[in-house]
């Protein structure tokens, strides 16, 4: 029977590059994340800079 070969250091390595890969992604998402949550604010912020007195009273007396 031949001698198992000791190298299981290619598997080892694509392993460890996967989890690099999914790390990057986790990175990756998190920066749209904030993108997407600050382009949310902006939008907030100019739609009550355009909304007018009463409009803003009836938004507040809501809450």
Known sequence: ???RKR?????AASRREAIRK???RVVETEE???RRLSTM????QERRAEETEEQRNTR???M
């Open 7 to 11: 190298g299981t250091t290619g598997d």
């Open 60 to 62: 507040l007396s809501e």
């Open 41 to 44: 604010a902006q939008r907030g």
């Open 22 to 24: 999914r790390e990057r």
């Open 32 to 34: 749209e994340r904030s």
């Open 1 to 3: 029977m031949p001698k």
